[in-house]
């Protein structure tokens, strides 16, 4: 039973670039969460897709955007990329748009220089 | 604004001795807490979660703890094992739903010794 995949594992932007980053979830599951997880600190949480709409969203600006696909794997878009956007970015799948029941991906550690 | 911490950045113990995490939450709204573990270079793993009508939850080698009163979440390890080494962190979600997804304590970082 395959878990949650993301990519790429590691990648490196230069400042006001932008860069998109994919995960597919877990067998079974329909829904995916999107965090950001600054280094030495706890995830935060971007946004929410299920059934192919954002359904939840966090303080983040509209530079974060997402996208869910009809065989519920989902990309994260940042645009303008800035160098405080330097972390792991996490992605977590659930059953029917739950906040509970997650299982997280190992994430795409992104650089900005 | 309201947030999840933790007491300790980091926590070292004996190999085979009991940890003790803590958590303070400070969301009086919240009605459901996860404690996740994540290892260097991998997402956060599940250990046990707790529903704020319960005080108590045991699993495997592990229990949750929650004081309501005092806003207080702890998770204790049974006979602390080298691959209990990681980066703990409590979570909380609140009640009635809510934007927020699960909001996330900074975490503790459990080193066990030989």
């Known amino acids: 039973d395959a878990g949650v995949t993301q990519s790429p594992t590691h990648l490196i932007k230069t400042r006001g670039q932008q860069v998109t980053l994919r995960c597919s979830p877990k067998?079974?599951?329909?829904?995916v969460s999107w965090y950001q997880q600054a280094l030495g600190q706890g995830p935060q949480f971007i946004f929410q897709y299920y059934e192919e709409e954002e359904r939840q969203r966090g303080n983040f600006p509209d530079r974060f955007s997402g996208h869910q696909f009809p065989n519920y794997s989902s990309e994260l878009n940042v645009n303008a990329l800035l160098l405080g956007d330097s972390a792991l970015y996490l992605c977590?799948?659930?059953?029917?748009?739950?906040?509970?029941?997650?299982?997280f991906g190992s994430g795409t550690r992104l650089t900005v220089v | 604004g309201e947030s999840v911490g933790l007491h300790l950045p980091t926590l070292s113990v004996q190999e085979g001795d009991n940890s003790i995490i803590n958590c303070a939450y400070s969301n009086s709204a919240s009605d459901y807490f996860i404690w996740y573990k994540q290892e260097s270079g991998k997402g956060p793993q599940f250990i046990i979660d707790?529903?704020?009508?319960?005080d108590k939850r045991q699993g495997q080698r592990v229990t949750v703890l929650l004081n309501k009163t005092v806003k207080h979440l702890s998770l204790q390890i049974a006979a602390t094992q080298p691959g209990d080494s990681a980066v703990y962190f409590c979570?909380?979600?609140?009640?009635?739903?809510?934007?927020?997804?699960?909001?996330f304590g900074k975490g503790t970082h459990l080193i066990i010794q030989p």
């Open positions: 977590a799948s659930s059953l029917g748009g739950a906040r509970y029941g997650y299982t």
């Open positions: 067998s079974g599951h329909d829904t």
């Open positions: 707790i529903r704020s009508n319960m």
């Open positions: 979570a909380e979600i609140p009640s009635g739903g809510g934007a927020d997804g699960l909001t």
